[in-house]
């Protein structure tokens, strides 16, 4: 399994406020990147796997709402992810 208890306090600790902080909009960012990030490479090797390409679409979605809701509420932490996390716009 790729997605650990481990890593995702990782995730979270390095990205929120604490391990146990999971419901920062940077966090829930942070990891829905690194899923998105897994599903890529599953999707390099396994170029049919619609119900993956499926699910990355939509993952991909939620990860723009939540960015968009950031910029809203606060653009320099919007900034600060997106440039800790190398995500382009």
Same mark, same amino acid.
């Given at each position: 399994?790729?997605?650990?208890?481990?890593?995702?306090?990782?995730?979270?600790?390095?990205?929120?406020?604490g391990d146990?902080?999971?419901?920062?909009?940077?966090?829930?960012?942070?990891?829905?990147?690194?899923?998105?990030?897994?599903?890529?490479?599953?999707?390099?090797k396994n170029? #049919? /796997?619609? &119900?993956?390409? $499926?699910?990355?679409? @939509?993952?991909? %979605?939620? !990860?723009?709402?939540?960015?968009?809701?950031?910029?809203? #509420? /606060?653009? &320099?932490?919007? $900034?600060?992810?997106? @440039?800790?996390? %190398?995500? !382009?716009?």
């Amino acid at each position: 399994m790729y997605l650990t208890k481990e890593v995702k306090q990782n995730i979270f600790a390095k990205h929120g406020k604490g391990d146990n902080d999971t419901g920062t909009a940077e966090g829930q960012i942070a990891l829905f990147t690194f899923r998105i990030n897994h599903l890529t490479e599953h999707l390099k090797k396994n170029r #049919k /796997d619609f &119900n993956t390409e $499926r699910s990355l679409v @939509k993952m991909v %979605g939620k !990860r723009r709402s939540l960015l968009d809701y950031l910029k809203k #509420k /606060d653009i &320099n932490r919007y $900034r600060a992810i997106i @440039k800790e996390l %190398g995500i !382009r716009k």
